[in-house]
């Protein structure tokens, strides 16, 4: 198979339909309205139980047998009941017990993928035991369920249901069966209300990826998708605004619009399934329909060329290790899953070194390779990390930004999007962007967000790079510039951080002096320490190979940081640079303070 032209070619060519803008999502109280109109609709409303299913999709996404097991051990010892949020005796022991994290609601019942993976007759008996408890409390939607009817998580429930039907329900009493299946058919008509107007961004296509699997499987058996049922003649709809959905929610370049690495893998793997459902039902039906009247031929070309364009943005924000790199909420991942991923998009495109439009840049010379965050927070749940970096070395990592708590303290979560939890240079501990502790979009709402432009120039193998901001402009009178320089043969990353005092006219020789610090947050597997002239930070990967860093125009510290990757945060070490903006000014236009740094690798202890 030849090789996929480079991507540069790819983005000159339209890719995605041009849809109409992403809507917004309803207010909370307008979208619980909708949520009771939907509900008394589908109350009133005849409904046809399907007597099978017309599809039962395929799930290509591995479980976690040592998580279904303690899901399975907690069942058996009668510590677990559904309230409204989560199956819980007490939701955050609970949690942590079976594995997941505050963001994976147990609505979702993506935990049945846990008990396949374990297998036997207890997870068998598990599963059917607390879907026929969730149905009898949950069936229908209340003002009490919490957040068990919302667009995105009922879809990701049916999706589950859907997809583990055969495996966990086929074989179940004919009463749990139609249970199911009466459910399915409830909430695929209330999700045709609530899709595309209760949430946005990931979390929409995600319920119109519900959407779409009911209208597929629980249509008439052996009919046309789309035709002869009242489930099945949403589909052509639910088509049409996935289509203008992924054209909203997909940057030219194929990053995403939230700017967080995750979501561009949970991006991937909702299209390949979709894909996969979508050819699935086409063999379903080629006995009895012609090729070019099943699902249409646009719709299939719309996903592979999303595929075509959002995948490399994946393979961009990697590290060396497989993981992902910490910016805007993203966390490590689990590499495996990433690999599985990618191989099931099949798609071969070149690695992108640059993606302007979500705010990108990949710097590389050997082994060294740097990832560099240059645009601006996403307008919703965003992070202040302007100008930041992360650095690795083969497959260690050795410069990192903090990332995003997955515990239940949602101070944690506050703190993983400040700027001092970012390779970067804050001022007075203030962050460079407004981040709000809600998920409205801040830039709506007229809060202080940074405009970032870069500039890159390579040569030779060697790169430049230029990062500017003005996110503190109007509190402190000054812009951050950062650049920064990979050597091709030395093995190397120079810096230098500026701060630009703008020229105010008369009350420019007013503006105060201000504290300023850069930091630079260690992997926790990297060792660290000040040299004995403390003039040097000596840091040690586990291979052994030594790098050592230095700095002139601040003074150097390293302290204690925190990494945010895991369920609970890892302790570590962070570089500090400390100066005031009247320190290290340089003479003419424009006054500047510069604090120029280095990283050096040494040779291998």
Known sequence: ???????????????????????????????????????????????????????????????????????????????????ADFVSAENAQMLESAGYTPFDSMHEFNWLRDLRALGGKDAWACARELTDDWLTRHARWSAKAGDAWRADILAARQVAWLSQYELFYAQASESLQRRVRAALTRQH???????????????????????????????????????????????????????????????????????????????????????ATLNASRKETAQNIPQDQNIPQDMRASLNAALRHATPMVRMLRHGDGKLAHFNGGVESDPGLIDLALAQANIRVRTPRHAPDSGYERLSAGKCLVLVDTGPPAPRDGHAGAASFELSFGRERLIVNCGDSRTADPAWRRAGKAT???????????????????????????????????????????????????????????????RLYVSATDMDLRGEDALIQINRGENQDAQPDHPYTIRFHLHPAVAASLSRDGEAVLLRPPSGGGWRFRAVGAALELTESIYLTGAAPQRTQQIVLSATTGSGKTGGGEAESVVKWSFRREGAG
């Not at 339209?14 to 999502?25: C, E, I, R």
């Not at 629980?218 to 099945?232: C, E, I, N, Q, T």
């Not at 049409?240 to 929610?249: D, K, P, S, T």
Request: glycine content about 10%; overall charge neutral; some cysteine.
């Open 420 to 482: 001092a939890a970012h390779s970067t240079l804050s001022i007075a501990d203030t962050n460079s962007s407004e981040i709000q502790d809600d998920d409205a979009d801040n830039k709506a709402r007229g809060v202080r967000i940074a405009t970032v432009t870069s500039d890159r120039n390579d040569a030779d193998g060697d790169s430049w790079l230029t990062v500017s901001h003005d996110g503190y402009t109007a509190p402190f009178g000054v812009t951050h510039r950062r």
């Open 1 to 83: 198979m030849p090789d996929d032209p480079p991507l540069a070619d790819s983005l000159s060519k339209p890719v995605l339909p041009k849809g109409s803008d992403s809507k917004p999502a309803w207010p909370g109280w307008r979208a619980r309205l909708m949520h009771v109109w939907a509900s008394g609709l589908g109350a009133v409303t005849p409904q046809r139980i399907p007597e099978r299913l017309s599809l039962m999709p395929l799930d290509p996404w591995p479980g976690d047998p040592a998580a279904g097991e303690r899901l399975v051990r907690d069942w058996s010892a009668g510590t677990l009941r559904w309230d």
């Open 189 to 275: 008509r209330h999700l045709g209300w609530t899709a595309a107007r209760e949430v946005e961004g990931l979390p929409r296509i995600t319920a119109l990826k519900g959407l779409v699997y009911g209208g597929l499987c629980l249509s008439k058996p052996g009919s046309r998708p789309g035709a002869g049922s009242r489930l099945g003649s949403g589909l052509a709809r639910a088509l049409r605004l996935l289509e203008g959905e992924l054209a909203a929610q997909i940057n030219p370049d194929g990053g995403v619009r939230d700017r967080n690495p995750a979501s561009q893998v949970a991006l991937i793997r909702h299209l390949v399934d979709i894909r």
